[in-house]
């Protein structure tokens, strides 16, 4: 008797989740942790993007540490990281490179617009049309710059310090895409 409930005891401990491993936003399972260039990052928080009532994709932030303020996140130093991963059906090539347009004109000044478009234009050949389940990672990687990877094949980079901050700018900026994507992001409800 003893014994069988040792085993049954031993086997429910089993089965009882020890700790959470993956957060879940709209059925993604989004990892607490990731390693990325040597160096464990942590999620800082995740959303969904939406547009005219449908959502577009899960939004992730991966920071070093954690922090819920925007100049901190974009001005931190060491490895990041954007998870995107689609829920829409399809959104196309044009669609991206419109929102990245967007997004950098809305969050910068138009000198700074101005300095940051070649290196933006060469970001926007890196992207494919995207269906549901895709994902994007956009990371930046100090010794590489900001690397774009989709479905886990590496697209390429855009070399330097200056543009991953500008790119985090889109979700974490004034003027963000999605308000509510950017509190979440920020580690908020």
């Known amino acids: 008797m003893n ?17 959470s491993h993956a957060q879940e936003v709209a059925g993604v399972n989004v990892p607490e942790q990731i390693t990325l260039a040597n160096t464990t990052l942590t999620l800082n928080g995740a ?13 992730a932030l991966y920071l070093p540490e954690k922090t819920k303020d925007a100049e901190t996140a974009i001005d931190m130093p060491g490895p990041k990281r ?13 669609k ?4 990245w347009n967007d997004g950098f004109k809305n969050n910068h000044s138009r000198e700074q617009f101005k300095a940051l478009e070649p290196k933006l234009d060469a970001f926007n050949q890196l992207f494919i049309t995207v269906k549901r389940g895709d994902q994007i990672t956009l990371d930046y990687l100090p010794e590489t710059g900001t690397r774009v990877t989709i479905n886990g094949q590496t697209k390429g980079s855009i070399p330097g310090a200056e543009f991953y901050p500008a790119l985090l700018r889109v979700w974490l900026g004034e003027e963000p895409a999605d ?11």
């Open 82 to 94: 954007v998870l995107m991963h689609f829920l829409y059906k399809e959104v196309s090539q044009e």
């Open 3 to 19: 014994i069988r409930l040792n085993y049954a005891s031993l086997l429910l401990l089993f089965f009882l989740p020890i700790g």
């Open 96 to 99: 991206l490179v419109e929102g």
């Open 179 to 189: 308000s509510d994507l950017k509190e979440a992001m920020l580690g908020g409800e």
């Open 47 to 59: 959303g969904i993007r939406s547009k005219f009532f449908f959502d577009i994709y899960v939004g």
